[in-house]
């Protein structure tokens, strides 16, 4: 599928059945996933992140997608198609560019790691007013990759060639 757009970003939907793409002018496009082939949702996100998506993640449970940008705010949609960002201003603490982020396997928790040397755990989504906790220091040079392992654990990958697991 050739796109008129740079690609920086992309994440399947827990189904594999949609694809977000995040570009190089703050869009997030939307694929719908059909006998292994991409088709153009003819969908896209207002640009809200002002800059480039670094990184996108769905939830589990299907409801939201999640999008950051290098300018540090964090995003969240509604899956329904409707574009608009459930949490308007986004959410911004990191003091670096996102690169990285994921949903616990429940959904109601979202870790981001950061060019900063954090990761971040924003709690309680439900009212998208999430409160966070920061980890510090994380890795020497910036968290590159996470993922949960389950819901209280997460484990990372830093530019400054260590994995850790961290215990919430």
């Known amino acids: 599928l050739a796109v008129d757009y740079k690609p920086c970003c992309g994440a399947f939907s827990a189904d594999d059945k949609t694809l977000v793409v995040g570009d190089e002018k703050a869009q997030a496009h939307f694929y719908a996933v059909e006998d ?3 088709k ?3 969908f896209k996100s207002a640009g809200v992140h002002g800059g480039e998506i670094a990184a996108a993640a769905y939830s589990p449970d299907g409801k939201f997608v999640a999008t950051a940008g290098k300018k540090k705010k964090i995003h969240i ?3 329904d198609g409707s574009g608009s960002p459930l949490n308007s ?3 911004e603490y990191h003091q670096a560019a996102i690169t990285c982020m994921a949903f616990s396997p429940d959904s109601k928790m979202l870790a981001t790691g950061s060019m900063d040397e954090s990761i971040i755990v924003w709690k309680d989504l439900s009212e998208f007013n999430a409160k966070h906790r920061e980890i ?6 910036g968290v590159v990759q ?3 392992l389950d819901s209280s654990t997460i ?8 994995i850790k697991v961290w215990k919430l």
């Open 155 to 162: 484990i990372t990958a830093g530019k400054d060639n260590c």
């Open 77 to 79: 949609m509604a899956t």
């Open 136 to 141: 510090i220091p994380c890795h020497v040079g």
């Open 146 to 148: 996470l993922v949960w």
């Open 36 to 38: 292994g082939k991409l």
């Open 40 to 42: 153009d949702a003819s």
């Open 89 to 91: 201003f986004g959410w």
